[in-house]
């Protein structure tokens, strides 16, 4: 036969006892290997397809067995036992790659004998001589000996676990060989000798795995016989068990256990192209063979994990370049701009201890750390500047730097981390980014892992000597360290990624690249965004140099307690780090200037929103007599200003400030109101707000507008804790029994109302029988106030139960409800996934209703087809494709009422709806009006205002007819008004026709203020712990400064009716992102404000019939800006730079609908002349 055949050929029988198989040895030489603990695998090799005979009538049996191969000698002897002997299934020993590759000019060819390497010179094809190979090495050899029958069977369940791969229906016996001489006698012999050496209890310490150096393979020396290295065995390996050579893989310890390297061994350096396939089963591909017919073929392998463990020799040091880079730039500008920082240094890692169970004990340590970064105030205009500045470190930095830390490692985990805990915690954080370079695990899955990001859920994905790592940093938990508020609206998105690759070579961790991104903006505002960008890469500089012996110890904490330093067991998890303001305003610097200080108190200007958040900082730092100090020394106009600003920081000081001063007998209701409104819209309350208002509520004499205000705000309050989760809090328990308790005991009609109102700011579900009962029996206001508290409760709490009590409402089978508590059982029907049959009965309903009703409920229907957002559309879609609900006789009503939604702006981020429902009687008079403003952003909605004007009694004044059954309502007219999804308590204009008369010939110039103050819209705060150590801090602060007022006119001379609702307004927004680190310390910064006015008029003639009415709604210009800067601070240097960009938005009137504009036209053409 021409070519080189297998080193190791086994040849399966076809019997089924499986008792015993020969080896046959290219020398002809016989070797029996027993077979008999395999015998199930055997089995079900039989049952498997044989493979298909090619031309010639011959079974080819592919070669795929091969077991634990390496890179030299494997594919030549495959490809020899197919070409000769194709019935036979082949096994391979695994090769080391040659250790004469270090050699300039020296390339490695492939040889069929174990252990041969034919080396060549550059410009030479001469043969060099084979260089003896080292008693480890022929060790490996003897791994594979078939007297060792361990070593057989664990080569074919390794076989077993890697690979399936038919067999051939027939076994042949290979012919025979003629043998090489054997340059060492009595080669077999020795081997045998070994074999026996073995006693019981030795090999029992390592079951059920094998010992580490049988799993080892070499080159064997030049005076070894064929036999021997066909077989595989050494005469001198007896002497080196249990030594493998150093830089050899090891394998999990799984299956095998861990042994000592030799004392001062170094890893083997393996030329590039030249390592280790990952697995012992795996080949490399594109590797060729040179027969004797100089024939080239090529054999495409599957490429398995790699699943051999790293770790580190004792003994040795282990040296790698690490480097660092950390970008964070604004996304708003057309070019990058923002702040950097790159360093590097030297790592140099060993071990220290390793106990049986292979956990070892690794001391780390950073050298010749240098950082660099560029000042934003060096860079041109066009991105090109000065080179970087070297940053200088303090000499305590750098002691502490150098300050080693110790690792618990075992099987690529990090168990445990020690260090200084007194040590400074930017830099203690810093050598926990680099510790978690080493947290790796060699196979595929998904696991939890503790890193300096915190305790992540990461999965990972294995191809050859790569090893991906992909972290989902959303999942991840740290220690608590923040808030955000609960609308998400006015939260903050974060879009973060990360990703790690490791390259593992012969059971050593070469290299490390991490990355990962973060992309922070405001929810409303994502084009005011900020990214950050950390890059870490760890490379293994060169082999492994003679480094500190190993620690004697029986356990860790003795080595640790042994080293000197004597280090404290700490978290993985970065500790949060808390920058020390030192431009940041101090309220007993405010105090000391407090006279010559003016505290603005016109809530519509942008300048007040920043004073608001300026005072909010100062307070939160403040002591409690400090605050009590600034609110005793106001003046009386600012007072409000600073009691809203002091409800917004919500700090233990702030809190019993106020409890301290505020005195609800004696103080003016107009600051009273101040403060439980501003509790009430608070964005993220606490436990302590909610005690402080119910304490001040509870057993006094109270006015009733007090008292209905801290219902209202007691209600929104216990909603916002529950979102939190915090339900269970007894101050929570004990608001909701003081609502329900209000309205168990009340006896007034308003009082029934307003605790109605406040279950609806609470909206939690086991309330919702409550409102049922009421909404039921109710007379009508209170029946419109349980309907209006339902429909605030999500699409999921709206039950068959509900629906049903919502049915018989407004079809009236119990009793008669006046058509608005009609038309807002209708509304929850049809806009909480209504069932068909709902919908067409509500339509079916519209043709026995008064026009106006049957008007205004046909147009919401159509206005929900409208709406892509709307719940019941695709419903409502498909019942309107019948023509028998969809035709002129439904929908050919010609009443003046009105439902209209429209967008009044859409941007990347959020919708701006405005919609108007305005129900008129019969005689044309104005029954009910609701003006609606909405936000809708990433999924969520958000009531942001809505107003609602209604009248009743004017029937009578105007001598029109009730209808069959509907009592007599009392003449009244009021507003209600919800923002920010919390009902306010509800204002009556006049209520009688004494009181109309009154209001009518004493009523001022001067509009009904419904809100006016300050809110803390936006507030966030959140820490990112970067993997690499560093910590980014994000900020979000948002001011709105409100004044909404109302008011009526009514001329009986002119038989006129002019209502008007202005609402002014400011929003200051301040986002930043700022980077701590012992090295540098960035801020990137965003502050944008804006001014808006809008004007909602009314104006209806009633003089004629029917009455015109025309309503009108128009903004005024809306100017804004923002700026952007970047701040740095390195050493003793700093530096910030600005950029900015202003405008205004023009004014305009928005068109409603056309019936509108026509009356509108008519009525202000008349008012021209």
Known sequence: MRGIVADFIVSVWGSSDGSSSKAISPTGTNCLVSLAPILPIRNSWSRLPAEP????????????????????????????????????????????????????????????????????RSGSRHRAQRREASAPERAGCAALCPHSAPAALWALRHWVQVHAVPAPSRARTPPARAAAPSPVPHGRERCRARSSRLRPSESSRDEPSLPRHWLHAGHPGKEESAGSRSLGCDPSAGATRGKPAPGTRQNPPALTARSEPRAGAAPTAVPPGLEPPPSSAAASPGSRHRSSRKTKRTFSRRSTPTESLPYFHPRSLYQYQYSLAVQLQHTSTPSPWGAWLQAEAL???????????????????????KAQHQPEDQRSQDSTGASPVEIALSPEAQAELQQPVFISWSSGKVKAFYGNE????????????????????????????????????????????????????????????????????????????????????????????????????????????????????????????????????????????????????????????????????????????????????????????????????????????????????????????????????????????????????????????????????????????????????????????????????????????????????????????????????????????????????ARLPETIPTLLEHAEGGPTAVTTAATSALQRFPAPHISSKVKQVMRRIFHQKRKSYDKTCRLAAAEILLDNHPLPMDVINILLATTEMETEVATFLLLKVQNSLRDHHHLARKILKDIMGDPRINNYNFFSKVGISSSFSAPLAVTQDLTSTFGLDLLFLEGGFLRKSVSDFSLLSHGQRLRAAQVTFEAQGMESMMGENLSEGEEEPELMA????????????????????????????????????????????????????????????????????????????????????????????????????????????????????????????????????????????????VPYREVLSVSQSAGSRSSTARRGRRGAVPGREFALHQTNSRVCNLLLAAEKE
């Open 422 to 761: 007194a040590e400074n915690i930017l830099i203690s954080n810093l050598k926990r980014g680099i510790t978690s370079l080493f947290q790796l695990q060699p196979h595929a899955g998904t696991t939890v892992e503790e890193d300096a990001s915190g305790s992540c859920q990461v999965t990972y994905t294995v191809s050859n000597h790569s090893i991906t790592k992909t972290k989902d940093l959303l999942s991840c938990s740290k220690p608590k360290s923040g808030f955000t508020s609960m609308n998400k609206i006015f939260g903050v998105e974060w879009q973060p990624s990360s990703r790690s690759q490791y390259v593992v070579r012969d059971s050593l961790l070469q290299s490390v690249l991490a990355q990962e991104s973060h992309v922070v903006a405001p929810a409303l505002r994502s084009r005011s965004g900020i990214k950050i960008s950390s890059r870490q890469q760890l490379q293994l500089v060169s082999p492994a140099v003679p480094g500190l012996a190993e620690v004697s110890g029986q356990s860790r904490e003795d080595v640790l307690a042994g080293t000197g330093a004597r280090p404290q067991p700490l978290g993985m998890a970065s500790l949060p780090f808390r920058r020390v303001c030192t431009h940041c305003p101090s309220l007993r610097a405010f105090l000391k200037a407090f006279d010559r200080q003016r505290v603005r108190t016109d809530t519509s200007r942008v300048a007040t929103a920043w004073q608001f958040q300026r005072f909010i900082q100062m307070l939160r730092s403040a002591e409690k007599r400090d605050v009590l100090q600034l609110l005793r020394r106001a003046p009386e106009e600012a007072r409000p200003f600073l009691v809203e600003a002091a409800v917004a920081t919500q700090s233990v000081a702030s809190l019993a400030a106020l409890s301290e001063f505020l005195d609800f007998s004696q103080e003016p209701k107009s600051l009273l109101e101040k403060f439980l409104y501003a509790a009430a819209f608070s964005p993220r309350p606490s436990g302590e707000l909610l005690q402080l208002v119910l304490d001040k509520l509870d057993g006094k004499q109270l006015a009733p507008e007090i008292w209905e205000t801290g219902i209202v705000a007691v209600g929104s309050l216990v909603g916002k804790l529950c979102q939190q989760k915090l339900c269970g809090l007894q101050v929570v328990e004990r608001g909701v029994e003081t609502i329900l308790g209000g309205l168990r005991g009340a006896q007034e009609e308003p009082r029934v109302v307003i605790s109605l109102l406040a279950l609806g700011n």
């Open 974 to 1117: 009021g507003m209600a008004a919800t923002f920010f999804d919390v009902q306010l308590r509800p204002i009556v204009f006049f209520q009688g026709y004494t009181d109309l008369m009154g209001k009518v010939l004493l009523s001022s110039a001067e509009p009904t203020s419904v809100v006016r103050g300050n809110l803390l819209l936006m507030d966030h705060h959140q820490v990112i712990p970067l993997q690499s150590g560093l910590q980014v801090t994000v900020r979000l602060q948002g001011g709105l400064g409100l004044d909404i007022s109302a008011d009526m006119d009514v001329s009986i001379w002119e038989q006129e009716l002019k209502t008007s609702v202005n609402a002014r307004g400011s929003l200051a927004m301040d986002f930043q992102a700022e980077l701590d680190s012992p090295l540098l310390q960035a801020t990137l910064r965003s502050q944008t404000e804006v001014e808006t006015s809008i004007h909602f008029d009314t104006k209806l003639r009633f003089s004629s019939s029917p009455v015109l009415m025309c309503l009108q709604l128009r903004e005024e210009q």
């Open 347 to 369: 790592i140099r890692l060993q071990q220290l201890w390793r106990d049986p169970g292979g956990e070892e004990l690794l001391q780390l340590q950073i050298h010749d750390l």
């Open 53 to 120: 005979q090619p031309p010639g009538g011959r079974e080819m049996a592919h070669c795929r067995l091969l077991l634990a191969r390496g890179s030299c000698g494997s594919e030549s002897a495959c490809r020899g036992a197919r070409s000769s002997s194709p019935g036979l299934l082949t096994v391979v020993p695994r090769m080391i790659p040659c250790l004469g590759a270090s050699e300039p000019g020296h390339t490695e060819r492939r040889h069929g004998r174990c252990g041969s390497c034919l080396g060549t």
